[in-house]
Protein backbone atom coordinates (compact mmCIF):
# COMPACT_ATOMS: atom_id res chain seq x y z
CA UNK A 1 0.00 0.00 0.00
CA UNK A 2 2.78 1.83 -0.02
CA UNK A 3 4.14 2.36 -3.59
CA UNK A 4 1.73 4.57 -6.55
CA UNK A 5 0.02 3.10 -8.87
CA UNK A 6 -2.12 4.47 -12.09
CA UNK A 7 -5.33 3.25 -11.85
CA UNK A 8 -5.05 2.37 -15.87
CA UNK A 9 -2.94 -0.24 -15.87
CA UNK A 10 1.06 -0.18 -15.48
CA UNK A 11 3.30 2.77 -16.36
CA UNK A 12 5.80 2.62 -19.15
CA UNK A 13 9.03 4.04 -18.05
CA UNK A 14 12.06 5.71 -19.97
CA UNK A 15 15.50 4.06 -20.03
CA UNK A 16 16.71 6.48 -17.49
CA UNK A 17 14.07 5.24 -15.35
CA UNK A 18 12.11 8.22 -15.62
CA UNK A 19 8.19 7.88 -16.05
CA UNK A 20 6.87 8.19 -19.70
CA UNK A 21 5.31 11.45 -20.67
CA UNK A 22 1.20 10.79 -20.25
CA UNK A 23 -0.77 9.10 -23.40
CA UNK A 24 -3.28 11.79 -24.58
CA UNK A 25 -5.70 8.90 -24.45
CA UNK A 26 -5.04 9.13 -20.49
CA UNK A 27 -6.26 12.67 -20.53
CA UNK A 28 -9.97 12.01 -19.99
CA UNK A 29 -11.64 15.12 -19.15
CA UNK A 30 -12.91 14.50 -15.41
CA UNK A 31 -10.23 12.68 -14.66
CA UNK A 32 -8.46 13.39 -10.93
CA UNK A 33 -5.25 14.01 -11.05
CA UNK A 34 -2.34 15.64 -8.81
CA UNK A 35 -0.67 18.29 -9.98
CA UNK A 36 1.99 21.45 -8.71
CA UNK A 37 1.19 24.39 -10.38
CA UNK A 38 3.43 27.68 -9.96
CA UNK A 39 3.21 30.99 -11.87
CA UNK A 40 2.98 31.48 -15.57
CA UNK A 41 5.72 33.65 -16.82
CA UNK A 42 2.97 34.98 -19.69
CA UNK A 43 1.69 37.22 -17.30
CA UNK A 44 -0.91 38.27 -20.16
CA UNK A 45 -2.32 34.86 -20.14
CA UNK A 46 -5.88 33.69 -19.40
CA UNK A 47 -3.91 31.20 -17.37
CA UNK A 48 -2.59 32.26 -14.07
CA UNK A 49 -0.94 29.32 -13.28
CA UNK A 50 0.99 26.13 -15.27
CA UNK A 51 2.39 22.81 -14.24
CA UNK A 52 4.57 20.23 -16.84
CA UNK A 53 3.40 17.59 -15.08
CA UNK A 54 0.23 15.54 -14.14
CA UNK A 55 0.65 13.21 -11.18
CA UNK A 56 4.55 13.31 -11.23
CA UNK A 57 4.34 12.36 -15.00
CA UNK A 58 5.36 14.50 -17.66
CA UNK A 59 2.17 15.76 -19.52
CA UNK A 60 3.60 16.42 -22.72
CA UNK A 61 1.14 18.85 -23.09
CA UNK A 62 1.35 22.29 -21.13
CA UNK A 63 -0.89 21.63 -18.19
CA UNK A 64 -2.79 25.54 -17.29
CA UNK A 65 -5.59 26.54 -14.87
CA UNK A 66 -7.31 29.61 -14.96
CA UNK A 67 -8.18 29.38 -10.98
CA UNK A 68 -5.51 31.76 -9.32
CA UNK A 69 -6.65 31.25 -5.83
CA UNK A 70 -5.54 27.76 -6.21
CA UNK A 71 -2.14 26.69 -3.38
CA UNK A 72 1.09 26.78 -5.46
CA UNK A 73 4.07 25.05 -5.07
CA UNK A 74 2.19 21.90 -3.47
CA UNK A 75 0.01 19.21 -4.79
CA UNK A 76 -2.82 19.78 -5.24
CA UNK A 77 -5.79 17.15 -6.41
CA UNK A 78 -7.41 19.16 -9.46
CA UNK A 79 -10.02 17.48 -12.31
CA UNK A 80 -8.97 17.45 -16.13
CA UNK A 81 -11.34 20.37 -17.38
CA UNK A 82 -11.14 19.73 -21.39
CA UNK A 83 -7.81 19.08 -23.58
CA UNK A 84 -6.98 20.90 -26.50
CA UNK A 85 -5.27 19.09 -29.50
CA UNK A 86 -6.14 15.46 -28.49
CA UNK A 87 -4.85 14.60 -32.03
CA UNK A 88 -1.25 15.07 -31.06
CA UNK A 89 0.89 14.91 -28.01
CA UNK A 90 3.37 17.25 -28.65
CA UNK A 91 1.00 20.38 -28.97
CA UNK A 92 -1.98 22.31 -27.05
CA UNK A 93 -3.04 22.12 -23.23
CA UNK A 94 -4.85 20.32 -20.97
CA UNK A 95 -7.05 22.59 -18.61
CA UNK A 96 -7.47 21.63 -14.88
CA UNK A 97 -10.07 23.30 -12.24
CA UNK A 98 -10.71 22.51 -8.74
CA UNK A 99 -12.96 19.83 -7.14
CA UNK A 100 -16.21 20.50 -7.03
CA UNK A 101 -16.09 21.78 -3.27
CA UNK A 102 -12.42 23.88 -3.69
CA UNK A 103 -8.94 22.76 -2.65
CA UNK A 104 -7.25 22.48 0.11
CA UNK A 105 -4.92 25.49 0.91
CA UNK A 106 -1.36 24.81 1.33
CA UNK A 107 -1.66 23.88 4.77
CA UNK A 108 -4.00 21.16 3.73
CA UNK A 109 -7.02 23.02 5.67
CA UNK A 110 -9.85 22.97 3.39
CA UNK A 111 -12.66 25.96 3.57
CA UNK A 112 -16.12 25.82 1.53
CA UNK A 113 -15.87 28.30 -0.74
CA UNK A 114 -19.10 29.65 0.35
CA UNK A 115 -18.50 29.26 3.73
CA UNK A 116 -15.28 31.24 3.32
CA UNK A 117 -16.77 34.37 1.88
CA UNK A 118 -19.70 34.66 4.25
CA UNK A 119 -17.03 34.46 7.96
CA UNK A 120 -15.26 36.42 5.79
CA UNK A 121 -18.10 39.28 5.97
CA UNK A 122 -19.48 38.36 9.13
CA UNK A 123 -16.16 38.19 11.17
CA UNK A 124 -15.06 41.63 9.28
CA UNK A 125 -18.16 42.91 10.80
CA UNK A 126 -17.90 41.31 14.25
CA UNK A 127 -20.81 39.74 13.94
CA UNK A 128 -21.35 36.31 16.40
CA UNK A 129 -21.34 33.57 14.34
CA UNK A 130 -23.03 30.14 15.05
CA UNK A 131 -21.23 27.07 12.97
CA UNK A 132 -23.35 24.07 12.98
CA UNK A 133 -22.17 20.89 11.43
CA UNK A 134 -21.69 17.17 12.37
CA UNK A 135 -19.33 16.18 14.53
CA UNK A 136 -15.62 15.48 13.44
CA UNK A 137 -16.39 17.92 9.77
CA UNK A 138 -13.62 20.10 10.69
CA UNK A 139 -15.35 23.08 12.35
CA UNK A 140 -12.38 23.71 14.50
CA UNK A 141 -9.70 23.32 11.62
CA UNK A 142 -11.95 25.69 9.81
CA UNK A 143 -12.49 28.43 12.31
CA UNK A 144 -8.43 28.37 13.23
CA UNK A 145 -7.63 28.82 9.58
CA UNK A 146 -9.93 31.52 8.87
CA UNK A 147 -8.39 33.23 11.93
CA UNK A 148 -5.21 32.94 10.18
CA UNK A 149 -6.05 33.84 7.03
CA UNK A 150 -7.87 37.06 8.53
CA UNK A 151 -4.85 38.04 10.74
CA UNK A 152 -6.81 37.12 13.93
CA UNK A 153 -5.68 35.50 17.12
CA UNK A 154 -7.27 32.41 17.72
CA UNK A 155 -8.66 31.92 21.65
CA UNK A 156 -10.21 28.63 22.07
CA UNK A 157 -12.84 27.77 24.87
CA UNK A 158 -14.25 24.47 25.96
CA UNK A 159 -17.95 25.37 26.80
CA UNK A 160 -17.92 21.55 28.09
CA UNK A 161 -16.12 22.76 30.58
CA UNK A 162 -18.35 25.09 32.05
CA UNK A 163 -21.34 24.12 34.66
CA UNK A 164 -22.03 27.44 36.10
CA UNK A 165 -22.18 30.91 34.58
CA UNK A 166 -19.21 31.92 36.30
CA UNK A 167 -16.89 29.15 34.66
CA UNK A 168 -16.59 31.13 31.46
CA UNK A 169 -14.32 33.95 33.26
CA UNK A 170 -12.87 32.45 36.40
CA UNK A 171 -12.97 29.40 38.65
CA UNK A 172 -12.67 29.03 42.22
CA UNK A 173 -9.96 27.15 43.75
CA UNK A 174 -9.14 25.99 47.31
CA UNK A 175 -5.82 26.84 48.62
CA UNK A 176 -4.56 24.96 51.64
CA UNK A 177 -1.88 27.12 53.42
CA UNK A 178 0.03 26.88 56.44
CA UNK A 179 -2.30 28.80 59.06
CA UNK A 180 -5.50 27.26 56.78
CA UNK A 181 -7.17 27.56 53.50
CA UNK A 182 -8.86 29.96 51.21
CA UNK A 183 -10.43 29.83 47.87
CA UNK A 184 -9.65 32.32 44.96
CA UNK A 185 -10.77 33.32 41.42
CA UNK A 186 -8.25 31.91 39.31
CA UNK A 187 -8.93 33.82 35.33
CA UNK A 188 -9.63 31.33 32.76
CA UNK A 189 -7.93 31.87 29.16
CA UNK A 190 -11.27 33.33 27.89
CA UNK A 191 -10.93 35.93 30.62
CA UNK A 192 -7.15 36.78 30.00
CA UNK A 193 -7.75 36.83 26.03
CA UNK A 194 -10.46 39.69 26.74
CA UNK A 195 -8.22 41.48 29.32
CA UNK A 196 -5.11 41.35 26.57
CA UNK A 197 -7.66 42.32 23.46
CA UNK A 198 -8.50 45.36 25.27
CA UNK A 199 -4.59 45.90 25.77
CA UNK A 200 -4.12 45.63 21.86
CA UNK A 201 -6.47 47.21 20.46
CA UNK A 202 -5.27 47.24 16.71
CA UNK A 203 -5.12 43.58 16.93
CA UNK A 204 -8.56 41.53 16.02
CA UNK A 205 -9.39 38.71 18.52
CA UNK A 206 -11.76 35.29 17.53
CA UNK A 207 -13.06 33.75 20.25
CA UNK A 208 -13.80 30.61 19.82
CA UNK A 209 -16.80 28.94 21.86
CA UNK A 210 -16.61 25.08 20.91
CA UNK A 211 -19.46 22.57 21.97
CA UNK A 212 -21.42 25.22 23.36
CA UNK A 213 -24.57 23.52 23.43
CA UNK A 214 -22.78 20.74 25.89
CA UNK A 215 -23.18 23.46 28.30
CA UNK A 216 -26.09 23.61 30.60
CA UNK A 217 -28.89 26.34 28.85
CA UNK A 218 -28.75 28.29 32.51
CA UNK A 219 -24.97 28.85 32.35
CA UNK A 220 -24.77 29.68 29.34
CA UNK A 221 -27.47 32.56 29.70
CA UNK A 222 -24.52 34.76 30.97
CA UNK A 223 -22.99 34.69 27.31
CA UNK A 224 -26.29 36.88 26.05
CA UNK A 225 -24.95 40.44 26.76
CA UNK A 226 -21.72 39.86 25.04
CA UNK A 227 -23.15 38.63 22.08
CA UNK A 228 -25.51 41.72 21.74
CA UNK A 229 -24.95 45.77 21.60
CA UNK A 230 -24.41 45.21 25.23
CA UNK A 231 -21.46 43.74 24.98
CA UNK A 232 -20.42 42.86 28.68
CA UNK A 233 -19.96 39.78 30.76
CA UNK A 234 -20.22 39.55 34.37
CA UNK A 235 -16.27 39.07 35.86
CA UNK A 236 -16.46 37.18 38.95
CA UNK A 237 -13.20 37.87 39.61
CA UNK A 238 -13.99 42.09 40.67
CA UNK A 239 -17.64 41.30 40.90
CA UNK A 240 -18.78 44.06 38.21
CA UNK A 241 -19.15 44.29 34.89
CA UNK A 242 -16.51 43.72 31.96
CA UNK A 243 -16.53 45.50 28.25
CA UNK A 244 -15.84 43.07 25.56
CA UNK A 245 -13.52 45.04 23.70
CA UNK A 246 -14.43 46.53 20.22
CA UNK A 247 -11.60 44.07 18.34
CA UNK A 248 -13.44 40.43 19.93
CA UNK A 249 -15.35 38.28 17.69
CA UNK A 250 -17.18 35.19 18.98
CA UNK A 251 -17.76 31.97 16.95
CA UNK A 252 -19.74 28.96 18.71
CA UNK A 253 -19.94 25.61 17.15
CA UNK A 254 -22.24 22.87 18.30
CA UNK A 255 -22.50 19.24 16.96
CA UNK A 256 -25.62 18.49 14.48
CA UNK A 257 -27.60 15.21 15.33
CA UNK A 258 -29.66 13.13 16.78
CA UNK A 259 -26.81 10.78 17.94
CA UNK A 260 -25.34 12.70 21.06
CA UNK A 261 -26.03 12.93 24.44
CA UNK A 262 -25.11 15.53 27.02
CA UNK A 263 -26.56 18.38 25.24
CA UNK A 264 -28.97 20.76 25.60
CA UNK A 265 -30.92 22.98 23.08
CA UNK A 266 -30.51 26.40 22.40
CA UNK A 267 -33.66 28.43 22.39
CA UNK A 268 -34.80 30.63 20.47
CA UNK A 269 -33.05 34.58 22.07
CA UNK A 270 -30.23 32.71 22.43
CA UNK A 271 -30.10 31.99 18.38
CA UNK A 272 -31.11 35.21 17.83
CA UNK A 273 -27.75 36.50 18.75
CA UNK A 274 -25.87 34.60 16.27
CA UNK A 275 -25.54 34.58 12.30
CA UNK A 276 -26.08 30.56 11.95
CA UNK A 277 -23.79 28.76 9.48
CA UNK A 278 -24.06 25.04 8.04
CA UNK A 279 -21.04 23.11 7.67
CA UNK A 280 -21.59 19.58 6.02
CA UNK A 281 -18.97 16.68 4.79
CA UNK A 282 -16.33 17.51 2.04
CA UNK A 283 -17.09 16.52 -1.15
CA UNK A 284 -15.44 12.93 -1.80
CA UNK A 285 -13.03 14.32 -3.97
CA UNK A 286 -12.15 16.74 -1.60
CA UNK A 287 -11.57 14.39 1.51
CA UNK A 288 -9.52 11.95 -0.74
CA UNK A 289 -7.40 15.07 -1.17
CA UNK A 290 -6.93 16.31 2.23
CA UNK A 291 -6.24 12.36 2.78
CA UNK A 292 -3.65 12.38 0.14
CA UNK A 293 -1.78 15.65 1.19
CA UNK A 294 -1.60 13.51 4.81
CA UNK A 295 -0.81 10.08 3.55
CA UNK A 296 1.30 10.81 0.44
CA UNK A 297 2.59 7.27 -0.03
CA UNK A 298 -0.74 5.61 -0.10
CA UNK A 299 -2.20 4.92 -3.44
CA UNK A 300 -5.46 7.09 -4.52
CA UNK A 301 -7.12 4.21 -4.98
CA UNK A 302 -7.47 3.20 -1.50
CA UNK A 303 -8.09 6.68 -0.15
CA UNK A 304 -11.09 6.35 -2.63
CA UNK A 305 -12.11 3.29 -1.24
CA UNK A 306 -12.08 4.61 2.59
CA UNK A 307 -13.87 8.04 1.50
CA UNK A 308 -16.71 5.64 -0.30
CA UNK A 309 -17.08 3.71 2.89
CA UNK A 310 -17.61 6.37 4.53
CA UNK A 311 -19.80 8.17 2.43
CA UNK A 312 -21.84 5.50 2.07
CA UNK A 313 -22.44 5.18 5.89
CA UNK A 314 -22.78 9.05 6.28
CA UNK A 315 -25.79 8.33 4.05
CA UNK A 316 -27.30 5.47 5.17
CA UNK A 317 -30.42 6.27 6.76
CA UNK A 318 -31.09 5.36 10.89
CA UNK A 319 -26.99 4.97 11.42
CA UNK A 320 -26.29 7.75 14.29
CA UNK A 321 -23.57 9.79 14.74
CA UNK A 322 -21.97 9.99 11.39
CA UNK A 323 -18.60 9.02 10.29
CA UNK A 324 -16.52 11.77 11.17
CA UNK A 325 -13.24 12.52 9.17
CA UNK A 326 -11.41 11.88 11.53
CA UNK A 327 -12.60 8.32 11.44
CA UNK A 328 -11.46 7.81 7.80
CA UNK A 329 -8.16 9.53 9.18
CA UNK A 330 -7.35 7.04 11.31
CA UNK A 331 -8.80 4.61 8.83
CA UNK A 332 -5.71 5.68 6.89
CA UNK A 333 -3.39 5.91 9.01
CA UNK A 334 -3.86 2.01 10.14
CA UNK A 335 -3.76 1.13 6.33
CA UNK A 336 -0.44 3.13 5.88
CA UNK A 337 1.89 0.96 8.82
CA UNK A 338 4.08 -1.41 7.64
CA UNK A 339 1.96 -3.84 10.33
CA UNK A 340 -0.64 -4.13 7.29
CA UNK A 341 2.17 -4.45 4.33
CA UNK A 342 1.52 -8.13 4.30
CA UNK A 343 -1.85 -8.35 3.77
CA UNK A 344 -3.31 -7.55 0.38
CA UNK A 345 -5.53 -3.91 -0.17
CA UNK A 346 -8.94 -5.56 0.14
CA UNK A 347 -8.49 -7.76 3.00
CA UNK A 348 -7.10 -5.14 4.53
CA UNK A 349 -9.21 -2.82 4.44
CA UNK A 350 -12.29 -5.57 5.43
CA UNK A 351 -10.22 -6.01 8.63
CA UNK A 352 -9.78 -2.06 9.57
CA UNK A 353 -12.45 -0.78 8.24
CA UNK A 354 -14.58 -3.17 10.85
CA UNK A 355 -13.15 -1.49 13.69
CA UNK A 356 -12.15 2.17 13.04
CA UNK A 357 -15.91 2.58 10.81
CA UNK A 358 -18.10 -0.01 12.18
CA UNK A 359 -16.24 0.08 16.05
CA UNK A 360 -18.19 3.78 16.07
CA UNK A 361 -21.68 2.63 16.03
CA UNK A 362 -23.60 0.61 19.40
CA UNK A 363 -23.43 -2.96 19.62
CA UNK A 364 -21.52 -4.87 18.17
CA UNK A 365 -20.94 -6.00 14.16
CA UNK A 366 -21.54 -9.17 15.04
CA UNK A 367 -24.64 -8.39 17.32
CA UNK A 368 -27.73 -8.64 14.92
CA UNK A 369 -29.83 -5.61 15.03
CA UNK A 370 -27.73 -3.40 16.39
CA UNK A 371 -26.47 -0.49 14.40
CA UNK A 372 -22.41 -1.97 14.11
CA UNK A 373 -24.02 -4.69 12.44
CA UNK A 374 -26.17 -2.85 10.12
CA UNK A 375 -22.75 -0.56 9.40
CA UNK A 376 -20.71 -3.84 8.97
CA UNK A 377 -23.43 -5.04 6.66
CA UNK A 378 -23.52 -1.90 4.42
CA UNK A 379 -19.31 -2.09 4.63
CA UNK A 380 -19.21 -5.48 3.24
CA UNK A 381 -21.74 -4.98 0.33
CA UNK A 382 -19.70 -1.65 -0.83
CA UNK A 383 -16.38 -3.90 -0.46
CA UNK A 384 -17.82 -6.66 -2.45
CA UNK A 385 -19.54 -3.71 -4.91
CA UNK A 386 -16.23 -2.21 -4.98
CA UNK A 387 -14.25 -5.50 -6.19
CA UNK A 388 -13.02 -5.78 -2.84
Not at 116 to 125: D, N, P
Request: hydrophobic letters at 40%; aromatic letters at 4%; a neutral charge.
Amino acid sequence: MHSESRMDGPVDERDSGEPAVWRVAELRVGRVVEVVLGPNPRRASAWPLVSRALDGRPSGKLVVCADAGVPEGVPVSMRIRSVRHRGRGDRGHVEVAPLEGGVPDRDGVWVPEVLERQLRVLLGCGTPVLLRGPQGSGKTTIVRAMAHRLRMRFVYFNCASVSEPDDFLATLHLEVAEGGSRTRWVPTPLLAALREAAQAPERPVLVFLDELNRCPEGARNVLMPALDSTRQLHDPTVNGALAIPANVVFVAAVNAGQGFSGTWGIDAAQLDRFVSLELGWPPQGVEVALLRRRFPGVRRQVLEQVVGLAHALRTAEGLQPAISVRATEQTVQMLAHQAYEALSGPAALREVARTTLCGRFPGHPDQRGTQAALAWQLVCAELERMGG
